[in-house]
């Protein structure tokens, strides 16, 4: 089938003095002319990468976040909770935010949170009969779609880490690369997405004084290269990118073959090591149901058996993508040292896991690179089903006395000592007496 993509773009309007980028409504046409196998790579990838940026703003308070927990409180242990939550007490807890200060160690949001933030901004009559967007859709035949791995590179400067304060965020998430494999008449599509998480406001833009140079903040659009510690990420909190796979649909006869498979008839590939710390957790439909509710998720593969054996050929229901990498960095935190943070992780999916059966999520520590750990999931026979590489710093400890030393410190240190004498904080509140609205406390990992 041939393509065509039309964009309808809202008019962008201001709010409270910020400019917002409104919903875009997207409507493809489809036209009976096939494409030659040999062009379907080539004509996919001008097709989609070439689709406008999906803009999404949000104001992040703790409420997601504080229900995730929730949500996941019965099967993961005490020690793989975020610091500040506790099943002893299930209220919504308050923010923590001091008059004059931007962020607190309680308030920053804990790994993997941002998943619950920032979902597709998609009508209900604009997905897809499997549930899913249309956002990174290629297009009939292709109408299964699987999350297969991604990575996330978070900013080593807490200053610009997401918090809950309601702070004011946006998402820019775009397609960047499309490639084919399999043969003909058994094509699938890969579609590389980038997510560029930031805050969105005054205080993250610098400020323009007359007769002063404007200041260095690295690359503002976050152009990171993957996988490099030291990377510049400027304002940015974290870029993530995820892999998707769109297939054709299965015939009826193959679904209902594929579906009565066991775990012991699956090809594996063993772990080659054994875990430092690992935990096990049996995921319910229960579990799937809620998650996808906190993500904004409607893909029927994670909330009906039958879809999921007639049509998709899976024995039930899959354990998303995100859920996957929500519960591994949420293991992975726990094994985190004092003065260590999370600055690069990397991961592939590589069979599914299902509801209703025993997963193993499994640590170890690279005994010849201190600043790495391997980051697994085992399925029922003990093979590995995720597997992730995590690239660990050291933990920043951002106090006053050190802006200057951080990426655009100068110009923040010299705003906080004004703001200070003046009473104020940046937003036009009043500060707490000798305190700088420019402080930043500890572990960001957390």
Known sequence: ?????????????????????????????????????????????????????????????????????ITLADFLPPPCYPAEFSKTDLQTPRNKFKPGAIVHQAGFLPLGHHLVHFPPQ???????????????????????????????????????????????????????????????????VFVAIRRRIGGFGKFYEPPQWRGRAKPEWGTLDGNSDQWGKRSKMGKLALVETRNLVFMKKKPESHARRDSQLVSSAMKRLMPAHTPDFSVSLRPTQDLLFRFSALTFNAHRIHLEKEYCTKVEGHRNLLVHGPLSLVLMLSVLRSQLKEGEMLVEFEYRNLIPLYAEEQMKICVRRDSKKDDRLDVWIEEPGGGYAVKGTALIDKDYVLETKSLRDTPGGEWLEDQASNSVKDGLDPEGGESAEGESPFKVRRKFSN
């Open 1 to 69: 089938m041939r393509s065509t993509t039309v964009f309808n773009n809202s008019r962008i309007c201001l709010c409270a003095g910020r400019p917002i980028c409104g919903p875009r409504r997207l409507v493809r046409h489809f036209s009976a002319e096939p494409f030659p196998l040999a062009n379907l790579e080539a004509s996919l990838r001008e097709e989609l990468t070439s689709r406008p940026a999906n803009q999404i703003l949000e104001y992040l308070t703790n409420t997601n976040s504080h229900l995730l927990n």
């Open 122 to 188: 998609v009508l209900n009559s604009d997905l897809l009969p499997d549930g899913t967007d249309n956002l990174h859709w290629p297009g009939p035949p292709f109408t299964r779609r699987l999350w297969t791995g991604g990575s996330l590179s978070f900013n080593r400067n807490a200053m610009f880490g997401l918090h809950t304060n309601n702070m004011s965020a946006m998402c820019k998430e775009e397609i960047t690369d499309v490639w084919t494999k399999g043969t003909d008449g058994d094509e699938k």
